[in-house]
Every structure is written in structure tokens, then in C-alpha cells.
């Protein structure tokens, strides 16, 4: 693995030995290859590690279906879903102690094990109205990082499948 560094050159100041003038540069090697042209190769490369695609996290996504009510987070209240019906229980990694309840995530597909799954160009807004682990309705999978409502997972990804991997942001 080659260690990319950035180009350097030093130079000491000038002496006197033996009556001829010397000066010493210090040229540090990128890529293996001695240079001392092209620095902006080694800021290219650290704004490429600084600043990539993704802008959130990544998880996996499941669907459950109804009945919905009661939910973790607000009862009985059918208030608590949205128009939309993009809505979501809360697995445990974001379950948070019901502090995720409310709280609305951005969701697109991002893959899944049966290519051409998910709805390219597709994200949505979901709010998450319970968790997943009491929920009355099952999931399609255990373990997912949320669970979207039918309309939801429809709206990301071919409701045939059983999870997909997503990638959401709150």
C-alpha cells in the first residue's frame, strides 16, 4: 500500500565547506515516485476523504401493515399518522427510549438482495409514530433499522420485498 505524502521541499540555509557553497533540499516522495511538481494532488485527495457521497446513515428498512393503533409513541390517537400515510416504527438502533417518537427521516432505497428492487430516485418523508419491537403489527424482517408503513415501503421499493437497505437522515 503506497503512503501518499504531501510534497515538501526544505531548504537549509547556505554554508560554507571547503570553500564551495552547499544547499540541501529535502523532497519527500508522493506515491513512491520522487516529485516536486503538483501538490494540489495531495489537497485533492484529502477533500476527496473529507467530503463524500452520503449524507446519512445507512440501514435496512422492512414493511408492516395494519392494524397500527396503538402505537408506542401516541396510543390510540389517530391523529398521530400523517395525510400521506409515510410513516414508520423505530427499530432499536434509533428507537432512542421513545425520544425518536416524531421525528421525521428522509429514506431512499439504496439496494436489496433482488436486483431492480428499488425506486430509483425515490425519497421520502416518514415520521415515526411507534417501535418496531412492540408494535402490533409484525415486520416483513426482524432486526431492521425501521419499519415503514405499507404506503411507505411502496413508495421507495417493490412492496414484494421482504427489506431493503436504505439510507436516511433525520
Same mark, same amino acid.
Given at each position: 500500500?503506497?503512503?501518499?505524502?504531501?510534497?515538501?521541499?526544505?531548504?537549509?540555509?547556505?554554508?560554507?565547506?571547503?570553500?564551495?557553497?552547499?544547499?540541501?533540499?529535502?523532497?519527500?516522495?508522493?506515491?513512491?515516485?520522487?516529485?516536486?511538481?503538483?501538490?494540489?494532488?495531495?489537497?485533492?485527495?484529502?477533500?476527496?476523504?473529507?467530503?463524500?457521497?452520503? /449524507?446519512?446513515?445507512?440501514?435496512?428498512?422492512?414493511?408492516?401493515?395494519?392494524?397500527?393503533?396503538?402505537?408506542?409513541? /401516541?396510543?390510540?390517537?389517530?391523529?398521530?399518522?400523517?395525510?400521506?400515510?409515510? /410513516?414508520?416504527?423505530?427499530?432499536?438502533?434509533?428507537?432512542?427510549?421513545?425520544?425518536?417518537?416524531?421525528?421525521?427521516?428522509?429514506?431512499?432505497?439504496?439496494?436489496?438482495?433482488?436486483?431492480?428492487?428499488?425506486?430509483?430516485?425515490?425519497?421520502?418523508?416518514?415520521?415515526?409514530?411507534?417501535?418496531?419491537?412492540?408494535?402490533?403489527?409484525?415486520?416483513?424482517?426482524?432486526?431492521?433499522?425501521?419499519?415503514?408503513?405499507?404506503?411507505? /415501503?411502496?413508495?421507495?421499493?417493490?412492496?414484494?420485498?421482504?427489506?431493503?437497505?436504505?439510507?436516511?437522515?433525520?
Amino acid at each position: 500500500m503506497a503512503i501518499l505524502a504531501a510534497m515538501e521541499v526544505v531548504s537549509w540555509p547556505e554554508s560554507r565547506l571547503d570553500g564551495e557553497r552547499k544547499k540541501a533540499e529535502l523532497v519527500v516522495a508522493v506515491g513512491g515516485e520522487m516529485s516536486k511538481q503538483q501538490p494540489w494532488l495531495f489537497i485533492i485527495f484529502l477533500l476527496i476523504t473529507l467530503f463524500h457521497l452520503s /449524507f446519512g446513515d445507512v440501514g435496512t428498512a422492512a414493511h408492516y401493515s395494519t392494524p397500527y393503533l396503538p402505537t408506542a409513541c /401516541f396510543g390510540n390517537d389517530a391523529s398521530q399518522f400523517p395525510t400521506s400515510n409515510l /410513516f414508520a416504527a423505530a427499530g432499536e438502533g434509533i428507537w432512542d427510549n421513545g425520544a425518536s417518537c416524531g421525528r421525521q427521516y428522509l429514506v431512499r432505497c439504496i439496494s436489496a438482495a433482488t436486483p431492480r428492487t428499488c425506486n430509483p430516485g425515490q425519497t421520502i418523508q416518514i415520521r415515526i409514530v411507534d417501535r418496531a419491537e412492540t408494535s402490533v403489527s409484525r415486520p416483513s424482517s426482524n432486526g431492521a433499522t425501521i419499519i415503514l408503513s405499507t404506503t411507505a /415501503f411502496g413508495a421507495i421499493a417493490n412492496p414484494s420485498a421482504a427489506s431493503v437497505n436504505i439510507e436516511f437522515q433525520q
